[in-house]
């Protein structure tokens, strides 16, 4: 996504005295870490990027093959000349039209309810820096193989699908778009392009997330009581493929840059999070307001496991880059 401007769109760290150096502001800013307090991880799994899988390890086969070449003669939402992928157009019934699209393409049903479908993204031009596309190649193939493992599928978004979305509100386009494109799916995780997974066999336990829709890791405290944009980070989210979520993206949407209200919120985020309206900055302050709502509650900090860790945090200090 042309969006994800290197030199501008750093991830923060919680730990504010971190700051990256130069080359690290360059290239890279999250590392993401599968770092669960139940299951067994070591740093340097971070550089390992084609462990061998141990025996033990409960590795998914991949899904049933999709009957690609079945098109069901009913038509479906797909059919619908007013259905867009694009942000700008609101979708209703989304959980009706997606059950019945299953219904008719049965190939796509099995294991439809917990499906997990992996999406990232990246500007469409080179990196400015000497190593910045290759590390991306590299924090792709990561996000590859933690697929191949686990049998998920991941949608490698370089289009600017909305203009006016630039910097790191780009990832709520392509999340609508794959969530409309993928109704076998029903759990989207977005990564960013300089995320590194690096408990290569974890899984993420969706089943403890029955009663959410949206799933992020952070501090509570940071964005409940101290009302911190940094309380979280949304580099790292699951959102289910649900009509909730399509309102979600609505409603982050409008606190945007595309947004004619735009101004207005600014000055919502400026007064009540002391931050300016970045994408992570509306998130936090959604988050925070809507904590009493029956929407709200929809949404959970994870802190049993980090589905997400900044690299200078993790790494103990240390740039994981200099090898
Ligand atoms: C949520 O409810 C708590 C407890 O009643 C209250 O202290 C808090 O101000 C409420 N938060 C918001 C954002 O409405």
């Known amino acids: 996504m042309t969006g994800f401007s290197h030199t501008s769109w750093r991830k923060p760290s919680i730990r504010t005295l971190d700051r990256p150096s130069i080359f690290l502001a360059g290239v890279v800013s999250t590392l993401l870490l599968l770092w669960a307090f139940f299951s067994v991880s070591t740093i340097?799994?971070?550089f390992i990027y084609s462990r061998p899988i141990p025996e033990s390890c409960q590795c998914t086969q991949p899904d049933p093959a999709f009957n690609l070449k079945?098109?069901?003669p009913s038509s479906t939402f797909y059919d619908d000349p007013n259905f867009g992928y694009t942000i700008d157009e609101s979708i209703k019934n989304w959980?009706?039209?997606r059950q019945a699209w299953l219904e008719l393409h049965p190939s796509f049903k099995p294991k439809s309810h917990d499906r997990l479908f992996i999406v990232t993204g990246s500007q469409s031009t080179p990196c400015t820096g000497p190593s910045g596309d290759h590390i991306l190649l590299r924090t792709y193939r990561n996000k590859v193989d933690y697929c191949r493992i686990h049998g998920y599928d991941i949608f490698y978004n370089n289009v600017k699908l909305d203009p006016n979305m630039p910097g790191g509100?780009?990832?709520l386009p392509a999340v609508r778009a794959v969530m409309v494109a993928h109704p076998e799916a029903e759990w989207i995780w977005w990564l960013d392009e300089d995320t590194?997974?690096?408990d290569m066999e974890y899984k993420?336990?969706?089943?403890?997330y029955e009663g959410y829709n949206f799933v992020l890791h952070g501090w509570p405290i940071e964005v409940y009581e101290k009302k911190s944009w940094l309380g979280l980070n949304d580099g790292s989210f699951l959102i289910r493929n649900?009509?909730?979520s399509l309102d979600l993206l609505d409603i982050w949407a409008d606190m945007g840059p595309r947004s004619p209200n735009f101004d207005k919120w600014t000055k919502i985020l400026l007064d009540e999070f002391n931050?300016?309206?970045t994408d992570q900055t509306a998130l936090a302050y959604l988050i925070w307001k809507k904590q009493n709502d029956s929407f709200g509650k929809k949404m959970l900090i994870e802190t049993r496991y980090y589905l997400e860790g900044y690299c200078m945090g993790v790494n103990g200090g240390g740039n994981p880059w200099e090898y």
Do not use: A, E, N, R
Not at 204 to 208: A, R, S, T, V, Y
């Open 275 to 277: 931050h300016g309206p």
């Open 95 to 97: 959980d009706q039209k």
């Open 169 to 171: 509100w780009g990832k």
């Open 242 to 244: 649900c009509q909730w």
């Open 44 to 46: 340097d799994s971070i």
């Open 70 to 72: 079945f098109d069901s």
């Open 204 to 208: 993420i336990p969706l089943h403890q």
């Open 196 to 198: 590194v997974i690096t």
